[in-house]
């Protein structure tokens, strides 16, 4: 079974902080797939990031960064100096190679960043 | 290049009455995916289309609801009749091929209320 886990249902900071989203994924699939998506409260998901499972390189893109350990299954996202800008429900997901193409989402972590 | 449309964008209907809901891909895009998402959860797949046909429909609700993808470009979703729990947001979204980890970009979504 394929399984992804994001176990912060909200986090609150204060504008400027660092803030890091927690994802651990499970699949028995040897090829996978890592999203991260944004969803604000306009309600469309935007995508920010895929990762393939043969490529464990961490990616930053500006305040945006990623890190992704096979060791322990996780597939971290970081903002950097967050902004109110950056408040909305962030969903990690999986594809992996066994299924036919669907997503398995996270249950979404919630983040609030206050002026 | 436009995105993902989805209409209407809010629907309230009684229990027991039908709905439908339409989404155009982006253009080119060879596989459509419609998902719900329950307040509070992730989204999940109900069908995924290749084209005109249907790839996988596992998870969706066959006695209720159906879906279509008549000349392999824009999709309807029907439900029919609706019940209480069947209020969600109801993501379209599409992706170029079907190939495993092809990111998936998704429409603004249908917000339905089942009173």
């Known amino acids: 079974a394929q399984k992804v886990t994001q176990a912060q249902t909200e986090i609150s900071v204060v504008e400027k902080e660092d803030v890091t989203l927690d994802c651990v994924y499970e699949?028995?699939?040897?090829?996978?797939?890592l999203f991260w998506y944004k969803q604000p409260p306009s309600g469309e998901l935007v995508f920010l990031i895929r990762?393939?499972?043969?490529?464990?390189q961490n990616e930053i893109s500006g305040r945006y960064s990623w890190n992704f350990q096979k060791s322990t299954s996780s597939f971290n996202f970081t903002i950097t100096a967050s902004q109110v800008v950056d408040s909305a429900v962030y969903f990690c997901?999986?594809?992996?190679?066994?299924?036919?193409?669907?997503?398995?989402f996270g249950q979404g972590t919630t983040l609030q960043v206050k002026p | 290049e436009a995105g993902v449309a989805q209409s209407p964008r809010y629907k309230i209907i009684e229990k027991r009455q039908s709905v439908a809901f339409w989404c155009n891909p982006i253009s080119g895009h060879a596989t459509l995916y419609w998902y719900q998402q329950i307040l509070g959860q992730g989204p999940k797949l109900l069908i995924q289309?290749?084209?005109?046909?249907?790839?996988?429909d596992s998870q969706l609700p066959k006695d209720r609801f159906s879906a279509e993808r008549l000349k392999g470009v824009d999709s309807t979703l029907k439900i029919q009749p609706a019940k209480l729990e069947d209020s969600a947001v109801y993501l379209c979204a599409s992706s170029l091929t079907p190939d495993r980890g092809q990111t998936q970009y998704f429409g603004p979504g249908t917000r339905l209320l089942v009173l």
């Open positions: 997901a999986l594809h992996g190679s066994s299924n036919t193409g669907k997503l398995i």
């Open positions: 699949t028995r699939d040897t090829t996978y797939y």
């Open positions: 990762r393939n499972s043969f490529d464990e």
């Open positions: 289309f290749q084209n005109n046909g249907v790839v996988d």
